[in-house]
């Protein structure tokens, strides 16, 4: 089976396969461009927890000045 989603990158697509096994994600090495496409790839995805998780990083770096 082969699952073509062009709209979202192999590394985005790799992090979410991550969430989905470990249940967590570390995105404090990850830059702003990624976690932005995490984010709306999450959305479309409906997986809430990685969203809130993304949205919440994603304000932390935009406090921390990228």
Sequence with gaps: MIF?????T????ELILK???IGE???TEQ???NIFE???????LLIDE????AQECLIEK???GF
């Design 31 to 33: 830059s702003g461009e």
């Design 10 to 13: 192999p590394n985005v697509f």
């Design 38 to 44: 995490l984010l709306i790839a999450s959305d479309e």
């Design 19 to 21: 969430y989905i096994y």
């Design 4 to 8: 073509n989603k062009t709209n979202i």
């Design 25 to 27: 994600l570390d995105l």
């Design 62 to 64: 935009k406090l921390n």
């Design 50 to 53: 990685l969203f809130n998780c």
